[in-house]
């Protein structure tokens, strides 16, 4: 079993919903957690599907939530987008993009496939300086409030279980496989250590 917290990173489109209730509840458990968005900009829904409300990464959650006061209280209470700005300004103060940053990870939990593909990536074209594996772990988790909820949850009973191992390397297929059986979900396995190489596995 480590002897220190899992270094967490959670990541989903534009770091708003499904990525920010993962990091509140895995902070509230003690694991050390970060996390992150995928996007080129900041989407939230807008009045209509064709108009979202876009934000560049550098605009706080602070000033999306004074912005869609501002905009129509009614409407972006009754969806949620506020209280979950809200919540979010309370956890840190902007979204940050994974491709932005060079910090490392035991694990990275993505939120859907498309993120998923998009962290390989960015991972394969950086130049490893340490030896050390990394668990990229994909659950696909629908974008909204009651998902993403249910989604945190599922993410931090697996980073539980992983963090009570006493061989992670070794034990970690075997665990996805169990939380296949057991939730439903698909889950994507990816390991990146050196030789620089990604090693898909399939846990169906």
């Known amino acids: 079993m480590p002897s220190s917290p899992l270094r967490v990173a959670v990541v989903c489109s534009s770091n708003q919903n499904r990525s920010m209730e993962a990091h509140n509840i895995l902070s509230k458990r003690g694991f050390s957690v970060r996390s992150f968005g995928t996007g080129t900009h900041v989407k939230l829904p807008g009045p209509a599907p064709d108009k979202p409300n876009v934000y560049d990464f550098k605009t706080t959650y602070d000033q999306m939530y004074n912005d869609l006061l501002r905009k129509d209280k009614e409407l972006y209470t009754q969806n949620g987008i506020l209280h979950m700005l809200d919540r979010n300004k309370r956890i840190k103060p902007r979204p940050e993009r994974f491709q932005n940053c060079r910090d490392l990870f035991d694990l990275i939990l993505t ?73 439903g979900r698909a889950f994507l396995h990816t390991v990146f250590c050196r030789p620089r190489q990604w090693y898909p596995i399939n846990c169906a």
């Open 111 to 183: 939120c859907e496939e498309r993120v998923y593909d998009q962290v390989v990536e960015d991972l394969n074209s950086r130049e490893q300086e340490t030896c050390q594996p990394v668990h990229v772990i994909n659950v696909d988790i629908q974008d909204n409030h009651e998902e993403a909820t249910l989604g945190a949850f599922l993410i931090c009973e697996l980073c539980q279980c992983i963090q009570h191992t006493e061989d992670m390397e070794n034990e970690i297929d075997e665990l996805l496989q169990e939380f296949e059986e057991k939730s």
